[in-house]
């Protein structure tokens, strides 16, 4: 094939792309805009794009319908998954006194099972999807399969299947996120833990090519996979964002200052969105006497806490991808929220470049050591706030003023954070390009 420098690289890829979440049956935008845009970016290039995927909760297209022209989608059945959405859409039906209700329950229960299953509940598809890949290779011609995750189980599929079609397939393992480098999704027994790292090992020894959404993921699968030839499969496509950047403009006249969150946040303790910290250092800044409004655009799922004691608060539906970037600009900062520091080190989520087209100020409310953070600091694109201590934190935020951040006017160093620079990396490895 053309990434080992065998065919012809003057013939458009036939493209195949695994992912368990796609349209309209995610959540947020945040969990398939990586993929949708890829395959956007791919077809756009002349490439043959199919998405293998499976259903559950309708969602609706979150607003990136237009980018799907074009592009051959097939929906597996996926009973567990379709079920698990469909509890969360009722959760947030029901009243907020028995949603918490619910919602623990479901978190409980959830932990449970997915200690059980390694490496992800996923793996009661892979199957599946091995034989519906297999299916389509063989009927489209795909030369070319991506599979981008998590949930990593996907990767095995991927495995799989470069292990039966062999050179005639190019494999794409993209990692969003790390496997078992990151205390989210690896196990924590040793036993588990040693059969999750052989299953990765099996995925990466078959991959002809590694894309990574940071630099900090491909360090830990070179440190836990050393004997592994991965230096050279390895190539950094961060997320970026989607079309060209937003004019500048101010934010919003209003007396308060205005935080805006767009995505899901939570109050699991032992989660990585958990909003609890955050909402009680604001507090403590509002006695100090600064005025705040946070303001969440998404799915906000509470069990222990009570909104009411916390008025500063307010709580909107998710924004479609046409309005969001208005509704951004309202705001004076735009937050990230990510407060687990074991599995920090690597995060930069797609928030953080769509952030950066709006071209309004970032407020990194994490550990320090937290990716996004670092990008933060080095380009003086916002503040970053130490969810780790949260007084240290509030009295930031009692001294936080809405002010111009000059980086986020220069045109050139925001369109460098721009989704075709970096898919374009990619392109040019399939190509056959040095």
Same mark, same amino acid.
């Not at 980018?67 to 567990?80: A, E, I, N, Q, S």
């Not at 519906?132 to 290779?137: D, E, G, R, V, Y």
């Not at 699968?221 to 964002?241: C, H, I, Q």
């Given at each position: 094939?053309?990434? !080992?420098?065998?065919?012809?690289?003057?013939?458009?890829?036939?493209?195949?792309?695994?992912?368990?979440?796609?349209?309209?049956?995610?959540?947020?935008?945040?969990?398939?805009?990586?993929?949708?845009?890829?395959?956007?970016?791919?077809?756009?290039?002349?490439?043959?794009?199919?998405?293998?995927?499976?259903?559950?909760?309708?969602?609706?297209?979150? $607003?990136?319908?237009?980018?799907?022209?074009?592009?051959?989608?097939?929906?597996?059945?996926?009973?567990? &998954?379709?079920? *698990?959405? @469909?509890?969360?859409?009722?959760?947030?039906?029901?009243?907020?006194?028995?949603?918490?209700? +619910?919602?623990?329950?479901?978190?409980?229960?959830?932990?449970?099972?997915?200690?059980?299953?390694?490496?992800?509940?996923?793996?009661?598809?892979?199957?599946?999807?091995?034989?519906?890949?297999?299916?389509? *290779?063989?009927?489209?011609?795909?030369?070319?399969?991506?599979?981008?995750?998590?949930?990593?189980?996907?990767?095995?599929?991927?495995?799989?299947?470069?292990?039966?079609?062999?050179?005639?397939?190019?494999?794409?393992?993209?990692?969003?996120?790390? +496997? @078992?480098?990151?205390?989210?999704?690896?196990?924590?027994?040793?036993?588990?833990?040693?059969?999750?790292?052989?299953?990765?090992?099996?995925?990466?020894?078959?991959?002809?090519? *590694?894309?990574?959404?940071?630099?900090?993921?491909?360090?830990?699968?070179?440190?836990?996979?050393?004997?592994?030839?991965?230096?050279? &499969? $390895?190539?950094?496509?961060? !997320?970026?964002?989607?079309? %060209?950047?937003?004019?500048?403009?101010?934010?919003?006249?209003?007396?308060?200052?205005?935080?805006?969150?767009?995505?899901?946040? !939570?109050?699991?303790?032992?989660?990585?969105?958990? =909003?609890?910290?955050?909402?009680?250092?604001?507090?403590?800044?509002?006695?100090?006497?600064?005025? *705040?409004?946070?303001?969440?655009?998404?799915?906000?799922?509470?069990?222990?806490?009570?909104?009411?004691?916390?008025?500063?608060? %307010? =709580?909107?539906?998710?924004?479609?991808?046409?309005?969001?970037?208005?509704?951004?600009? %309202?705001?004076?900062?735009?937050?990230?929220?990510?407060?687990?520091?074991?599995?920090?080190?690597?995060?930069?989520?797609?928030?953080?470049?769509?952030?950066?087209?709006?071209?309004?100020?970032?407020?990194?409310?994490?550990?320090?050591?937290? %990716?996004?953070?670092?990008?933060?600091?080095? +380009?003086?694109?916002?503040? +970053?706030?130490?969810?780790?201590?949260?007084? #240290?934190?509030?009295?930031?935020?009692?001294?936080?003023?809405?002010?111009?951040?000059?980086?986020?006017?220069?045109?050139?160093?925001?369109?460098?954070?721009?989704? !075709? $620079?970096?898919? #374009?990396?990619?392109?040019?490895?399939?190509?056959?390009?040095?």
């Amino acid at each position: 094939m053309r990434l !080992n420098g065998s065919s012809d690289f003057s013939v458009p890829r036939n493209v195949l792309i695994i992912c368990q979440y796609f349209v309209p049956y995610a959540a947020s935008v945040g969990g398939v805009a990586r993929v949708v845009h890829l395959a956007r970016y791919l077809k756009d290039q002349g490439y043959e794009v199919n998405i293998l995927t499976s259903d559950g909760a309708d969602f609706g297209d979150l $607003g990136l319908g237009e980018l799907l022209t074009g592009l051959d989608v097939t929906y597996l059945r996926d009973p567990l &998954k379709r079920s *698990i959405q @469909n509890s969360l859409m009722r959760i947030g039906h029901h009243p907020a006194g028995s949603a918490s209700v +619910w919602l623990s329950r479901l978190r409980v229960v959830k932990r449970v099972v997915t200690s059980l299953v390694i490496p992800d509940l996923g793996l009661f598809m892979v199957s599946k999807y091995y034989r519906a890949a297999a299916a389509l *290779i063989e009927s489209k011609g795909i030369d070319t399969l991506i599979v981008s995750t998590p949930p990593h189980s996907m990767q095995l599929v991927g495995g799989l299947l470069k292990r039966k079609f062999d050179d005639r397939l190019d494999l794409v393992a993209d990692y969003r996120d790390s +496997w @078992n480098g990151s205390k989210i999704f690896s196990p924590k027994g040793v036993v588990t833990s040693m059969i999750s790292r052989r299953l990765e090992r099996f995925s990466l020894k078959r991959a002809d090519l *590694i894309t990574f959404a940071s630099q900090p993921m491909f360090a830990k699968l070179n440190r836990l996979f050393p004997d592994l030839p991965l230096e050279s &499969k $390895g190539l950094l496509m961060m !997320n970026g964002y989607a079309g %060209e950047p937003w004019p500048v403009r101010g934010a919003s006249e209003s007396a308060d200052l205005r935080i805006g969150h767009f995505g899901m946040a !939570n109050d699991d303790e032992k989660g990585y969105r958990n =909003v609890e910290p955050l909402l009680r250092a604001i507090a403590g800044a509002i006695e100090a006497g600064i005025t *705040i409004r946070l303001c969440f655009y998404g799915s906000l799922r509470l069990s222990r806490i009570d909104l009411r004691d916390f008025p500063f608060v %307010e =709580v909107h539906a998710s924004v479609g991808h046409a309005e969001v970037f208005t509704v951004m600009q %309202e705001m004076h900062y735009l937050l990230i929220l990510h407060t687990d520091p074991a599995s920090s080190d690597e995060v930069i989520t797609g928030k953080f470049f769509d952030y950066i087209k709006a071209r309004r100020p970032i407020l990194c409310f994490s550990p320090e050591n937290t %990716e996004a953070a670092r990008l933060v600091k080095r +380009w003086q694109v916002g503040e +970053w706030l130490d969810s780790q201590a949260p007084e #240290r934190a509030s009295q930031a935020l009692s001294t936080l003023r809405p002010r111009c951040y000059p980086a986020l006017l220069d045109d050139e160093l925001v369109a460098s954070f721009g989704r !075709n $620079g970096q898919y #374009r990396k990619l392109y040019e490895r399939l190509r056959g390009a040095a």
